[in-house]
């Protein structure tokens, strides 16, 4: 698709990913602490295929399920990504295969019941960040979108390609926010091989790229540090431009990370770990049978194809929530406050 839009200055173009050992010491079994199974105040939120959208009090059981279509596939309809910030739960999406049949969406909710678009466009929008109190996803024409209430949009110049690679083979998979950085990673070229990394401290300028990261599994933030899982790999930076591979991680094949407010959990093909810093990693327990979602450290949320819900009080033992039908699969859960108190 052409477009007018003016290429982005980049500045910071080399994102160096160096070898590190800082401190890592080799995995050892973890004590077993004893963790509430209380869900925090506020709901849990939900999307994915076919347009679905639920909300829960916690985690288990799912209410306001409601969706566009009754099927899964990687079209328009499926919603991609979800943020929580001032009070709003943001959802983004869409795709297709067609002029006639692609779309892109940006919702908004402030219960997790009723939703209204806030903007339409004519590809996938995703995935949507927040941070610093601003909403910032990634658009459908090598742009940035961003929002201080979600409600009115604007949009970065395009995002200069580099050279050798066709402008239409570029597009945004993941990304990850905290103390006011943005990142976005996602792959590129007819080979899709080529990994790349965009920086923004407010969706307006692009603060550093680079095309010569890992594959990309999973993405994590906490305690000032960003997390990236690339296959038998573990990658950490403070501000998405220089990443570091850290040589103290388990020998597993890693699926996903995310951080539970204390530490980082990650799962594995033979085991699940913990680390304080994303350097130095402890086993917890064994594999899961979900992609973990969310967690506050006393309660996990996970997933599983084609719309299955687990969770567990100490990401070892793992029970079956609801299955709402038609069972859609879920990409992404979100936790926020609803203004009021009240449910609807």
Same mark, same amino acid.
């Given at each position: %698709?052409?477009?007018?839009a003016m290429?982005?200055?980049v500045?910071?173009?080399?994102t160096v990913?160096?070898?590190?050992a800082r ?12 963790a509430s199974?209380e869900? !925090?105040?506020g709901i849990?939120? *939900?999307?994915?295929?076919?347009g679905?959208r %639920?909300?829960?009090r916690? =985690?288990?059981?799912?209410?306001n399920v409601q ?6 596939e990687d079209?328009s309809?499926n919603?991609?990504?979800?943020a929580y910030? @001032?009070?709003k739960?943001v *959802?983004?999406?869409?795709?297709g295969?067609s002029?006639?049949?692609?779309? =892109?969406?940006i ?8 939703? $209204?678009e806030?903007?339409k %466009? *004519?590809? $996938?929008i995703? !995935?949507?960040l927040?941070t610093?109190?601003k909403f910032v996803? =990634?658009g459908p024409e090598?742009q940035l ?5 979600a409600e009115t949009?604007?949009e970065?110049?395009k995002?200069e390609?580099?050279?050798g690679?066709p402008g239409w083979a ?5 990304g990850?926010a905290? +103390?006011?950085t ?6 590129a070229?007819? +080979?899709?091989?080529?990994w790349?990394?965009?920086t923004t401290h407010?969706? @307006?300028?692009? +603060?550093s790229?680079?095309?010569?990261? !890992?594959p990309?599994n999973?993405?994590?933030f906490?305690a000032?540090?960003?997390l990236?899982?690339s296959?038998s790999?573990?990658y950490?930076?403070?501000d998405?431009?220089?990443w570091?591979?850290e040589l103290?991680?388990?020998?597993d094949?890693? $699926?996903q990370a995310?951080y539970?407010g204390s530490?980082?959990f990650l799962?594995?093909e033979?085991f699940t770990?913990?680390s ?6 402890k086993?917890?327990?064994?594999p899961?049978p979900c992609e973990v ?12 194809w !084609?719309?299955?819900v687990?969770?567990s009080?100490?990401? $070892?033992?793992w029970t079956?929530? +609801? *299955?709402?039908q038609p ?13 009021? =108190?009240t449910?609807?």
């Amino acid at each position: %698709m052409k477009t007018k839009a003016m290429s982005l200055v980049v500045l910071g173009l080399l994102t160096v990913i160096t070898d590190s050992a800082r401190g890592a010491d080799p995995p050892e079994p973890a004590q077993v602490q004893t963790a509430s199974k209380e869900a !925090p105040a506020g709901i849990f939120v *939900a999307v994915g295929y076919g347009g679905r959208r %639920m909300s829960s009090r916690d =985690g288990i059981h799912w209410e306001n399920v409601q969706q566009w279509v009754n099927k899964a596939e990687d079209d328009s309809n499926n919603l991609i990504s979800l943020a929580y910030g @001032k009070g709003k739960f943001v *959802a983004v999406g869409g795709g297709g295969w067609s002029r006639d049949t692609q779309a =892109g969406h940006i919702l908004v909710s402030s219960d997790g019941a009723h939703w $209204r678009e806030t903007k339409k %466009m *004519a590809f $996938r929008i995703s !995935p949507i960040l927040f941070t610093a109190g601003k909403f910032v996803a =990634g658009g459908p024409e090598h742009q940035l979108l961003w929002s201080d209430d979600a409600e009115t949009w604007s949009e970065s110049p395009k995002v200069e390609v580099p050279k050798g690679i066709p402008g239409w083979a570029f597009w945004f998979r993941g990304g990850i926010a905290g +103390d006011g950085t943005f990142i976005f990673t996602g792959n590129a070229n007819t +080979d899709q091989k080529t990994w790349w990394c965009i920086t923004t401290h407010d969706g @307006k300028t692009i +603060d550093s790229f680079a095309s010569n990261l !890992p594959p990309v599994n999973s993405l994590a933030f906490g305690a000032g540090t960003f997390l990236l899982v690339s296959g038998s790999a573990i990658y950490t930076t403070k501000d998405g431009k220089v990443w570091h591979k850290e040589l103290g991680a388990p020998t597993d094949k890693f $699926r996903q990370a995310v951080y539970t407010g204390s530490e980082f959990f990650l799962s594995g093909e033979k085991f699940t770990y913990t680390s304080v810093d994303g350097i130095s990693w402890k086993v917890l327990g064994k594999p899961i049978p979900c992609e973990v979602s969310w967690s506050n450290g006393s309660l996990f949320i996970g997933t599983g194809w !084609p719309g299955k819900v687990w969770t567990s009080s100490d990401g $070892r033992n793992w029970t079956r929530g +609801d *299955a709402p039908q038609p069972e859609l699969g879920i990409n992404q859960i979100v936790h926020g406050a609803v203004l009021g =108190g009240t449910l609807r």
